[in-house]
């Protein structure tokens, strides 16, 4: 059960007015970050407030005029979306170590230092972050904020983003390893042939030698992988 004692308030300010919600913090940021879209869960309190200090409603007609809705959940998921969830200091500077690992990960499977043809390591990874001064939103998904800082990156260190075709064989004895190359890698084309599932796989360069890896600890050697140019 939600408790009030427990919720925290998300707030948007939007045409000279103030609209205010109480919520589940951590479901509040599931449905910030994407990955959930239940506002019903993250509401705590299915009333959309003016002033949740004075325990001031909003209007219908006022909402009805903002959001062109009266309903409570499209109007509190915006309001968690596009506006500011109440946090302490030290719980915003957890979330945005969390994202800032998430972004440092990301870019090591995605990018390669030119220079030698190699990933970044993630200590490296972090130097470079730290040395642009990146400003990292702890609500915003990793992808979007990813793109931006690479683009920042490459302005002061040589970085490569590319990707990567790779032509496999699976002999039938490891068909297993079929289903956990699709779990984790994009597969373009797939067919079984004689000898076995033939694919092409499209690999972030950075992760080229962990698919190279994998491949060979899951068909125990028998696979063969060679890299291709996509036509």
Partial sequence: MKRLEDAVIARLRIKGNIFEIYVDLEKALEIREGKSENVREALVVEEIYKDTRKGERAASELLKEIFGTEDIYEIAKRIIKEGDIQITTEFRRKLIEQ?????????????????????????????????????IDPFKPTETQVNEIIKQLKKKFPIRVEIVYIKVLIPYEHTRAVSLIKRKYKVLNEEWGDKGWLAIIEVPAGMKAEFFSDLGKWTDGQGIGEEIKKK
């Fill in 99 to 135: 994202k800032k690992k998430q972004i440092i990960e990301t870019i090591r499977k995605l990018a390669i230092d030119p220079r030698i043809n190699l990933p970044f390591t993630p200590q490296r990874i972090e130097e470079m972050l730290n040395q642009i001064k990146v400003h």
